[in-house]
């Protein structure tokens, strides 16, 4: 699922080609927003939230979209061939220099730009949002420290307790804190969390490469993430994969045994 940096990216590639322009076609391809028209509204702005994206038009209206697993928004000039197949695009846009589609895209809504909240307003901070401030870190502590039992790795991919970060930052982040995911958030300092966080987001939210180890050649990139292969990154090492949490929340997950330090599974999962 694409994490927060990459929403980010790509509300920022999709407001370069549709902001401050009017629509000349709008096509939604999706049953419940069939008889929805914006063709002749300007486009005001593509804004992220956490994972989620929202398109806002004149007229005080919005359209609300998430990427989850599969989805896309993609540029391309008029006229150019699309690089996905055409059966998966649900919404086309149209300005007089560009075309803007969304291609299996998901929670797909037009709502009034001043009930946002009713889409978005469960989520916690954004750690991508340019107007943070202590206040947003203070709530982002406090819930991620509400249950001090919680394991580390789940409470990171809550998104009501700070908005942006999957499973790759999940796993990144608790090998920076020297911790397996599986330890319970009490044993770390929550502020150092949340910073760590938004400081590895925003280093990665204006380049479509993404890199915690401050390195973009193929296969260093990360410390454990995915590198079951490979070893760990920082000391040569055999990185273990196990499952963490359960039904939705269940996710491949990455450590070090020689690295951190906590509670893991006995038994990898397969990959």
Same mark, same amino acid.
């Given at each position: @699922? ?21 629509? /000349? ?8 927003? +069939?008889? /929805? !028209? /914006? ?8 804004? &992220? /939230? ?7 038009? &004149?007229?005080? $209206?919005? $359209?609300? &979209?998430?990427?989850? @697993? ?11 061939? *699309? ?10 846009? !149209? ?12 929670? $797909? ?16 901070? !954004?750690?991508?949002?340019?107007? *943070?401030?202590?206040? =947003? ?17 789940? +409470?990171?991919? !809550?998104?009501?307790? @700070? ?18 995911? *599986? ?32 390195? $973009? ?5 990360? *410390?454990?993430?995915?590198? =079951? ?43």
């Amino acid at each position: @699922m694409p994490e927060g940096d990459s929403v980010f990216f790509t509300a920022r590639r999709t407001h370069q080609a549709l902001a401050g322009k009017t629509l /000349v076609r709008a096509d939604f391809r999706h049953p419940a927003l +069939a008889t /929805v !028209d /914006v063709a002749g509204r300007t486009v005001l702005g593509v804004h &992220s /939230v956490g994972k989620h994206l929202l398109t806002r038009f &004149s007229g005080d $209206l919005s $359209l609300h &979209s998430h990427l989850r @697993m599969d989805g896309s928004w993609q540029v391309y000039r008029p006229g150019q061939r *699309w690089r996905r197949p055409g059966h998966h695009a649900r919404v086309v846009f !149209d300005v007089e220099d560009a075309q803007v589609v969304g291609f299996q895209v998901h929670d $797909l809504s037009v709502l009034r730009t001043g009930r946002e909240d009713s889409v978005v307003g469960h989520l916690g901070p !954004d750690l991508l949002d340019q107007a *943070w401030t202590e206040a =947003h870190e203070e709530r982002a502590i406090a819930a991620l420290t509400a249950d001090p039992d919680r394991e580390l790795g789940l +409470a990171l991919l !809550d998104q009501r307790v @700070m908005a942006g970060v999957g499973n790759v930052y999940k796993v990144e982040v608790a090998f920076l804190l020297g911790v397996t995911p *599986w330890t319970a958030v009490s044993e770390v300092d929550g502020q150092r969390v949340v910073r760590l966080a938004r400081k590895l987001l925003r280093a990665n939210a204006w380049r479509p490469e993404r890199s915690t180890t401050g390195e $973009l050649a193929r296969n260093r990139r990360y *410390w454990v993430y995915e590198r =079951h292969r490979s070893g760990c990154f920082r000391c040569g090492g055999p990185v273990r994969c196990a499952w963490q949490g359960a039904d939705v929340t269940r996710r491949h997950t990455w450590f070090c045994p020689r690295c951190q330090d906590g509670p893991a599974p006995a038994a990898n999962a397969p990959r």
